[in-house]
């Protein structure tokens, strides 16, 4: 099969397409032919090995137990192991592999806790780019958080993946959201539910004269000590500097729940090829993207 393969740390070149052995599914896991994956910031600091701690968990000097990264991906299932109860052969699905990684491939395998069914009326592509920004966006706001009716909520660094969804999350829970980005991404932000949204660039949130109860730095570029000025008593501040959340199934289906409703959607900037995945990397690593960048799977087979 065709895979994304790195054998050492650097720029988005190091990534090679190369033909590796297809993976045989345990007998707790599926098979996945995937169709589509996307690439996170998770991706790029595993590529760049940055920061550097990283290479004490995959190789000092170069990648050792991940060569394939991916943490997104959707696709039809083709072979099922024997105690695998929830899916069948032919499910259209869709989740993540967390920091195994391994999506920027034809195929992954993966136990059934790791995914969900694809959300009906959407793209494999869309569908790819829901479990990470999705999930961690819900970790945060209802885990962490605790997000209630009628609160003030800024979420800021709110045109990424997880801020599009942590937008469009706090205003399913009925709070009103006032939402920090570039002057550049202030009609999409706008498009999400957002009822004000403030240009970084242009003012600083912590001088305003408002309370919220909940601030939530999905950028990891504002601190605690400037977000506690702005925080109502009893507030919450929340950040995700310090890794993205551990999904689980339920939260899959409940993401999934909602994009069916119409209550959140994917938010894709750009679309690449597997064969683009460096061009992918480069725009991603930027730092600019709107929601998610999506990379398309094609299999030789595929009409």
């Given amino acids: 099969m065709k895979a994304a393969v790195y054998t050492k740390y650097g720029p988005p070149e190091v990534l090679q397409l190369k ?13 996945i032919k995937i169709h589509a994956t996307t690439v996170t910031a998770g991706d790029w600091r595993m590529r760049k090995a940055d920061p550097f701690f990283i290479r004490f968990i995959n190789g000092l000097f170069k990648p050792g137990r ?4 991916g943490m997104e991906l959707a696709g039809e299932i083709e072979e099922v192991g024997k105690e695998v109860t929830l899916f069948k052969k032919g499910d259209q699905v869709f989740g993540s592999t967390g920091f195994r990684m391994g999506a920027y491939a034809e195929y992954q395998c993966l136990t059934e806790n790791k995914l969900a069914m694809k959300p009906a009326g959407i793209s494999y592509e869309e569908a790819a780019a829901i479990s990470v920004g999705g999930y961690t966006a819900l970790y945060y706001l209802k885990t962490k958080a605790k997000i209630r009716k009628g609160q003030k909520v800024l979420i800021y660094g709110a045109s990424g993946s997880v ?9 399913y829970y009925e709070t009103e959201v006032t939402a920090v980005c570039s002057s550049s991404n202030i009609e999409l932000v706008k498009s999400l539910g957002a009822d004000e949204v403030i240009d970084y660039k242009r003012e ?3 001088e305003r004269n408002v309370k919220y109860d909940i601030i939530f730095d999905v950028a990891g570029k504002t601190s605690h000590s400037k977000g506690k000025k702005v925080l109502a008593p009893g507030g919450k ?3 995700v500097n310090k890794g993205l959340a551990k999904g689980k199934r339920e939260d899959l289906d409940f993401l999934k729940d909602l994009v069916e409703k119409g209550k959140i959607k994917p938010v894709v900037d750009k679309r690449y090829e597997l064969e683009q995945i460096a061009d992918a990397h480069r725009y991603v690593e930027k730092g600019h993207k709107k929601g998610n960048i999506v990379i398309s799977v094609t299999h030789e087979d595929k009409i």
């Fill in 19 to 31: 033909e590796v052995d297809k993976p045989i599914p345990k007998k707790n896991e599926v098979l």
């Fill in 66 to 69: 991940i060569k394939i990264l």
């Fill in 163 to 171: 801020g599009t969804y942590a937008v469009q999350l706090a205003k």
């Fill in 204 to 206: 600083d949130y912590s």
């Fill in 237 to 239: 501040y929340v950040t």
